[in-house]
């Protein structure tokens, strides 16, 4: 069985500076995939990053990057230069169960 | 190009009744994928389909059921409510079943009374 661990469940950032959301997985499957997503206050769950269990490099998507550590696994959601807009619950998930995380709760203030 | 369709998009029920949810997904996707999204479980895997056939299936009772269609749309049934099945579902699109990438619905919040 997969497991995705959130230990967050909210976090505060200053609008600029960068956050990381943690997310720790487990698995006993070789292939396996992580991804990110971003659901806002009206419900929609918006795809952000993913990382392939054989990628060699960390994903990065824009403002976002993945810091994925194999032997911890671990595969941590970096924000860089926070915005207002990225106020959110951010869900770390894992194929190919489709296990989703409890989800962290970011806001950015001003 | 459109996105994922789920309707409709809030429902009322009573104890007891059934319902059906759909979900078009985005055009040339064969994969869809439903969940149950709770304040106290969070999102739940319910089961995907891909080319009309179910691949994956969560740990729900058999009174979930879901079809998909061969133009990719795709239905979820739920029988004999009750309260607990009060919550979001979403529905998720991908072009093949393990794709990297997977597209949502904006949902269908379900109150069942």
């Known amino acids: 069985a997969q497991k995705i661990t959130q230990t967050q469940p909210g976090m505060f950032v200053q609008e600029k500076e960068a956050v990381t959301l943690d997310c720790t997985y487990d698995t006993s499957d070789p292939s396996y995939g992580l991804f990110w997503y971003k659901q806002p206050s009206s419900g929609e769950m918006i795809f952000l990053i993913y990382?392939?269990?054989?990628?060699?490099q960390n994903a990065t998507e824009g403002r976002y990057s993945l810091n994925f550590q194999k032997a911890r696994k671990s595969a941590n959601l970096v924000i860089s230069a926070s915005q207002l807009g990225d106020s959110a619950m951010y869900f770390c998930?894992?194929?190919?169960?489709?296990?989703f995380g409890r989800g962290t709760s970011l806001i950015v203030h001003p | 190009k459109a996105g994922v369709t789920q309707t409709p998009r809030y429902l009322i029920k009573t104890r007891g009744q059934q319902v059906t949810l759909s979900c078009s997904p985005i055009?040339?996707?064969?994969?869809v994928s439903w969940y149950q999204q709770t304040p106290g479980q969070g999102l739940q895997f319910l089961f995907e389909?891909?080319?009309?056939?179910?691949?994956n299936k969560g740990n729900f009772p058999g009174r979930f059921s879901g079809r998909q269609f061969s133009n990719s749309r795709s239905e979820m049934n739920v029988s004999t409510l009750e309260l607990g099945d009060s919550a979001l579902y979403l529905c998720?699109?991908?072009?093949?079943?393990?794709?990297?990438?997977?597209?949502f619905g904006q949902g269908t919040r379900l109150t069942v009374v």
């Open positions: 055009s040339g996707h064969r994969s």
């Open positions: 998930a894992m194929r190919p169960s489709s296990t």
């Open positions: 990382q392939g269990s054989y990628d060699q």
């Open positions: 998720a699109s991908s072009l093949e079943s393990l794709s990297t990438e997977a597209f």
């Open positions: 389909y891909f080319s009309e056939t179910q691949r």
